[in-house]
């Protein structure tokens, strides 16, 4: 008890020692009737001892000095010093800015010492660029920005991180300029020019509208908007893009927009909601493209055809009819033999034949993206010949663009060899619609905007979209190593040529080896069937997998799988005409075959049923009809032709397919007459 109370004394008597030292006040600390404790004197003291350190730094090393006062022995000062740093710039460096534990772009800067600090002079060269970051505020007066580093200038390069502060009765919606962002702080490189974003803000009291901007599917793009902010105003303009990501197209707007145009501008005067429509489109394999003709019925001329680029069937030649404002070029009508005629944009919208037409901005899309893309795809749709300077393409797809030049509104013709220009039904504006043009020196296709009075080339676009082709594989008749195309539809196994095997009582039409190249050979049923020609007016019996002249594992198709085959195909199995489904058409080649307004062939399963006509004491109706065997006879059944010299038949043309799974009834003629054979696997 002794020593406590003696070491209390020696505290105290050594705190009144250090009161009286110091010149420290050791009066009452203002709370009436109590006097400090000695502890508090203790931990003064104790504190007189702990010195906090300043640490400069210069960057570079050879950019300036800093001068510090007071001065202080290893840069250590007391607690809650004052310090006052000075940067100079030494000669060919300009001073930046303080960073570290200080941000000021003062020279000179007080520094309170309550803890060891840090600090960086930063200096940059004269010979290097440097600017002042200049950011804009929208309106003045609704707000400021933050900077860190906070300096007078930046050099090219510099990554500044920039925070938007708004002032009362204001709120911050966004950045646009240099940055279009809604994060309150962004952080942007300085450029050369020193030019950065700016900070827009609007009254807590005004009217707030919302734009909801997606793309369908999710996968297929994004939509960009500029200025992109969280609201917006009453009339404010917003820019916004559709950008289809690779191995798609933008396809079109809707919600706020109906338009096509990939970039338009929405005004803000409600809450918007907007859809950027987007499609897959594959790049198409040149060996499925099928090539055909078309005759326009107007003045008989007939146009190179090609089927399968992408979906699309598209005439090979640019159109050459006089209607309208039409030109050859330089007034030359071998240039319209050559190049088609040059129409303006009202005439142009017109010209296609019935059945085709005009393609729109979407359509040229299609085709670019099945091409390869906008970048490589001139080079695949240009002709092999015909552009100056080697400008030629490759061709891949048979769509052989050349390059007709163009009218100008001066009527002066120009760039014919050099450049192909092509309407497009899409117009900007009353006065101005879209181009696609090709040059002999890019592989590129552009997309332009031109007067309508401008005379330019066109390609029609048939109104059908033809189906890309199933796979098909193929089999070799080892009897005269004739290769044949096959395909599987549904269950069955098909040649998708006609045969074309000589024997007995088979032609070629017209007795022209091209016609059997192309549709085969005609047969009569015994012929057909392998059996003696008295088998014309008898009755052999059977139908089952008659393999007749077909290839060793395949055989003449019976009644029930020529009616299995159109149910696959989509029809119903009802007597007559099996068109309203579309069954013909689904079957017949994307060429070859008679224009019909309302049947267009689509051949969506590989089939490619031809029109070989068929011959009964002299050649018919080739182009117009196409016949082929059944193995199944006419017998009995109530019918006078049920004697034995008929047989069943398919028969297709423009209008549809015409068989009768009614044993009492259906197509058939004499056994006779030549018609085509398809072979189905056995």
């Known amino acids: 008890m002794k020593k406590t109370v003696l070491r209390i004394a020696l505290s105290a008597a050594a705190a009144a020692l250090v009161c009286i030292g110091l ?7 203002g709370v009436e009737g109590k006097n400090p404790e000695v502890g508090s004197y203790l931990d003064m003291f104790a504190g007189w001892g702990k010195q906090a350190k300043l640490t400069v730094n210069i ?14 022995e290893n840069n250590t000062y007391k607690p809650k010093s004052a310090v006052t740093a000075m940067a100079s710039e030494f000669e060919e460096y300009r001073f930046l800015g303080w960073s570290g534990d200080l941000n000021d772009s003062s020279s000179s800067v007080t520094v309170t010492m309550n803890k060891d600090v840090t600090i960086n002079a930063n200096f940059l060269s004269r010979n290097i660029p440097a600017f002042p970051l200049l950011i804009g505020i929208n309106p003045e007066g609704s707000g400021g920005v933050s900077r860190l580093p906070s300096q007078t200038v930046y050099k090219a390069g510099d990554t500044v991180a920039v925070t938007a502060v708004a002032l009362a009765g204001y709120r911050f919606i966004g950045w646009s300029g240099t940055v279009n962002d809604t994060a309150v702080t962004v952080k942007i490189i300085t450029v050369d020019g020193g030019f950065g974003p700016t900070a827009n803000f609007i009254p807590l009291s005004a009217p707030a509208f919302s734009l909801d901007a997606r793309a369908e599917p999710a996968a297929g793009g994004a939509v960009a908007r500029n200025p992109n902010w969280v609201v917006y105003q009453q009339g404010d303009l917003v820019l916004v893009k559709a950008q289809p990501r690779a191995g798609y197209i933008f396809t079109g707007w ?3 927009s109906a338009s096509s145009e990939d970039s338009l501008w929405i005004t803000m005067d409600g809450n918007k909601s907007l859809t950027a429509k987007f499609e897959s489109v594959a790049v198409s394999d040149p060996g499925n493209v099928v090539r055909g003709t078309f005759i326009d019925e107007r003045d008989g001329k007939e146009y190179a055809t090609v089927g399968g680029i992408g979906t699309q069937m598209w005439m090979a030649e640019n159109m050459n009819i006089e209607m309208g404002n039409s030109w050859c070029y330089d007034n030359n009508e071998a240039n319209c033999g050559k190049y088609g005629r040059l129409y303006d944009w009202e005439t142009a919208a017109a010209v296609c034949p019935t059945g085709w037409h005009l393609p729109d901005n979407v359509e040229l899309r299609r085709l670019e993206a099945a091409s390869g893309g906008i970048v490589g795809a001139g080079g695949k749709l240009k002709a092999v010949s015909g552009w100056s300077n080697n400008g030629n393409g490759t061709d891949d797809y048979g769509f052989s663009a050349l390059p007709g030049g163009r009218r ?9 060899g050099d450049d192909g220009f092509w309407w497009i039904a899409t117009a900007i504006d009353d006065d101005l619609a879209h181009t696609r043009y090709m040059v002999y020196n890019s592989d590129g296709v552009m997309d332009g905007g031109y007067e309508k009075g401008y005379g330019f080339s066109v390609r029609c676009l048939s109104n059908v979209a033809v189906r890309p082709p199933p796979p098909t594989s193929s089999f070799t008749d080892e009897r005269n ?11 069955q196994t098909w040649m998708a040529e006609n045969l074309n095997y000589q024997v007995d009582f088979s032609w070629c039409y017209d007795g022209d080896i091209d016609n059997c190249n192309k549709y085969g050979r005609l047969y009569q049923w015994a012929a057909a069937m392998d059996l003696d020609a008295s088998y014309n007016n008898s009755v052999w019996g059977n139908d089952v997998k ?25 029809g119903t199995g009802e007597y007559g005409e099996q068109n309203k489904d579309h069954v013909g058409d689904k079957l017949r080649s994307v060429s070859g075959w008679p224009y019909s307004e309302y049947n267009i062939p689509t051949d969506d399963f590989g089939f490619s049923a031809l029109p070989g006509g068929y011959r009964y004491n002299s050649f018919r109706e080739i182009n117009d009809n196409g016949y082929w065997w059944v193995a199944t006879e006419v017998v009995g059944g109530g019918t006078i032709y049920g004697g034995g010299g008929n047989a069943y038949n ?17 197509r058939f003629r004499e056994k006779t007459s030549g018609f085509s054979i398809r072979c189905i696997k056995d």
């Open 23 to 29: 010149a420290v006040s050791c009066a009452d600390d």
């Open 59 to 72: 960057r570079p090393n050879d950019g300036g000095e800093v001068s510090l006062n007071p001065k202080s």
């Open 254 to 256: 809707s919600g706020a």
């Open 408 to 416: 100008g509104l001066d009527n002066i013709f120009s760039l014919a």
């Open 481 to 491: 190593g004739r290769m044949y195309k096959t395909v599987v539809i549904g269950n």
């Open 546 to 570: 008659q393999q007749g002249v077909c290839p060793n594992g395949w055989h003449i198709p019976s009644r029930r799988e020529w009616g299995d085959l159109f149910i696959f195909a989509g």
């Open 650 to 666: 398919v028969n297709l043309n423009y209008n549809g397919v015409y068989w009768d799974p009614n044993p009492n009834g259906g």
